[in-house]
């Protein structure tokens, strides 16, 4: 079964430092990956993904992450973080091609952003 | 249009009542999920459902849990009895079939359950 591994489970920083959250699967086939962010009381929203083309791919609010085959990684990635950013993230993943229902989310990790 | 709706968004009950929590997906997406998030244990997959059929339940807790679907617009996650270590947030989550599997998952807001 794939699993998706986020390293770090809190993260702390503050603001204008950079950011790199990692994530790694374990499904060998193609992939489509995903990070997703939830605010403090809110849901789950995406944030970026990728699954095909440039392996750097660039999202929402200043977000980019590198898929990186040969490592089954799929980092995101913040030059300078705001306060705001403060959230949970998550990485996900499936597999492509075979249009498999379900996504395998990783656990999670909750990043504090300190003014 | 909307977005996925659940209801109710909280829902405080005592333990062995019987809880049923329910899910407005986006219209015309073919596929539905149903999680639970706990600090403890993090974001699980409960059950999901392709074209109102349910795929794999292989995440449901146990018998006291079940899920269904009875028409493309709607979804229903029921516990019963409710025991107080099922006290967490339940979100549904729709996508669409198309784009092998590239489509984004669209959650809704989530029904905090606390069993008391």
């Known amino acids: 079964a794939q699993s998706v591994s986020q390293h770090n489970h809190h993260v702390i920083l503050s603001e204008a430092a950079s950011l790199e959250l990692g994530c790694n699967y374990s499904?060998?086939?193609?992939?489509?990956l995903f990070w997703y962010v939830q605010y403090p009381g809110q849901h789950l929203q995406l944030l970026l993904k990728y699954f095909s083309g440039d392996p750097l791919v660039k999202g929402i609010k200043g977000f980019e992450a590198e898929f990186i085959k040969s490592k089954f990684s799929f980092n995101l990635r913040k030059p300078s973080v705001q306060w705001s950013d403060t959230a949970e993230y998550f990485c996900a993943v499936n597999r492509g091609l075979t249009n498999a229902g379900k996504s395998t989310f990783g656990d999670g990790t909750t990043l504090t952003v300190k003014p | 249009d909307a977005g996925v709706i659940q209801s109710p968004r909280h829902e405080v009950t005592e333990m062995g009542q019987e809880v049923t929590l329910r899910c407005k997906p986006i219209s015309g997406h073919d596929y539905l999920f149903w999680y639970r998030q706990t600090m403890m244990r993090g974001l699980e997959l409960l059950i999901y459902?392709?074209?109102?059929?349910?795929?794999?339940d292989s995440g449901m807790p146990e018998d006291r849990f079940s899920a269904k679907m009875p028409n493309a617009s709607f979804s229903t996650l029921k516990i019963q009895p409710s025991e107080p270590r099922d006290s967490a947030v339940y979100f549904c989550a729709s996508r669409t079939a198309g784009g092998w599997g590239t489509d984004t998952q669209y959650f809704g807001p989530g029904t905090r359950l606390t069993v008391l």
């Open positions: 459902f392709n074209n109102n059929v349910p795929i794999d």
């Open positions: 499904y060998g086939g193609t992939v489509n």
